[in-house]
């Protein structure tokens, strides 16, 4: 999924929302810095290296074309991440707290993939 098809999706889930597109690039930047963080990176896997809307924001290279971190059929997250975003925003915490229920079950769905796919980044051992 593109950063274009993610707000489009959103767009769609909530129409006439007073939010510019500035406010959702970053919320997705957000997003697949969050994925970046707790999912890809705790992977061995080179994969996602140059993906996802983080990276791009960071080379301030974000364009509506962008793909996003998370493939299909996870990349279903997005919308719901940008509703919950935007539903956070003008206070509607239950509604909010749904589209976050539904973000959470896709990327749950995602980092079980993940850990089937790829084996685990090796972590420092710590001996006390």
Not at 29 to 45: G, K, M, N, P, Y
Not at 61 to 69: D, K, P, R, S, W
Not at 74 to 84: E, I, S
Request: glycine letters at 4%; one cysteine or more.
């Amino acid at each position: 999924m593109t950063v274009e098809q993610a707000i489009l999706a959103a767009n769609r889930m909530r129409p006439n929302n007073p939010f510019d597109v500035e406010d959702k690039w970053r919320w997705l930047a957000e997003c697949d810095a969050l994925i970046r963080s707790q999912v890809v990176d705790r992977s061995c896997t080179g994969d996602y290296e140059n993906r996802g809307a983080d990276r791009a924001a960071e080379f301030d290279e974000l364009e509506e074309t962008t793909e996003l971190l998370a493939p299909a059929p996870y990349d279903a997250l997005y919308p719901h991440y940008l509703c919950g975003q935007m539903d956070a925003a003008l206070g509607e915490a239950d509604r909010a707290a749904n589209e976050l229920a539904q973000y959470n079950s896709l990327l749950s769905g995602f980092a079980a993939w993940m850990r089937r796919t790829y084996m685990p980044a090796k972590q420092p051992r710590i001996v006390w």
